[in-house]
């Protein structure tokens, strides 16, 4: 959502514009960016899902905003902005994790939460208060090899009754899976032909 700021400057441009072909384009611009962040929500929230249909964080999703800034010395048309804001993550579930993937930068490996059955009653559960649990009772909080050589911190408050809660990876590749490129191509279709040649430059660069 835009901020309350960009909102006034856009109302001011809108009030003090002559030019009826400009104010036509950014109402226009408008709409269209209304329909694309709806259609990026509904891709976001039917794609992120976990493990038997669990709804991941609503923070992507809430993350999502479209914005218009006036013309300026630079843009003689309004240009529209569509993309996510507050996390780090929104870029690279739009275009993957790239060839080298992601790597830790400063501890020695990658914490990657694990959901379902009792790992769910740690779901808020930070790598940090884990080692602090594991300091304070290292015989319920261990950290181990699996069968599978993965290395596991997990929960074992009896013999035997293993709940994994993270898996420690030294390198995270995350897919590509675009859900606001989409919402931009089929908002496109709504929108006049000539419309379309100006709007594609501005958010896809063709």
Request: proline share 7%.
């Amino acid at each position: 959502m835009a901020s309350k700021r960009d909102i006034t400057k856009l109302v001011e441009f809108l009030k003090s514009t002559k030019n009826a072909s400009l104010k036509a384009y950014t109402k226009t611009l408008m709409a269209f960016l209304s329909e694309a962040e709806a259609l990026a929500k509904s891709n976001a929230t039917r794609q992120f899902t976990g493990r038997r249909g669990r709804k991941l964080s609503g923070r992507l999703l809430n993350s999502i905003f479209t914005m218009v800034r006036p013309p300026s010395g630079n843009n003689p048309l309004p240009v529209g902005i569509i993309g996510t804001r507050g996390i780090p993550y929104g870029a690279i579930h739009e275009y993957g994790s790239g060839s080298k993937g992601i790597t830790p930068k400063r501890a020695k490996h990658l914490w990657v939460k694990q959901w379902g059955g009792k790992a769910d009653q740690f779901r808020r559960l930070t790598p940090r208060e884990f080692i602090q649990l594991k300091e304070q009772n290292p015989s319920e909080y261990k950290i181990f090899r699996s069968k599978k050589n993965n290395l596991i911190a997990a929960y074992e408050p009896a013999a035997g009754q293993v709940v994994p809660l993270f898996v420690l990876r030294e390198r995270v590749d995350i897919p590509e899976r675009p859900y606001i490129r989409p919402a931009v191509e089929k908002a496109l279709e709504s929108f006049p032909r000539e419309m379309r040649a100006n709007i594609k430059k501005q958010f896809l660069g063709i």
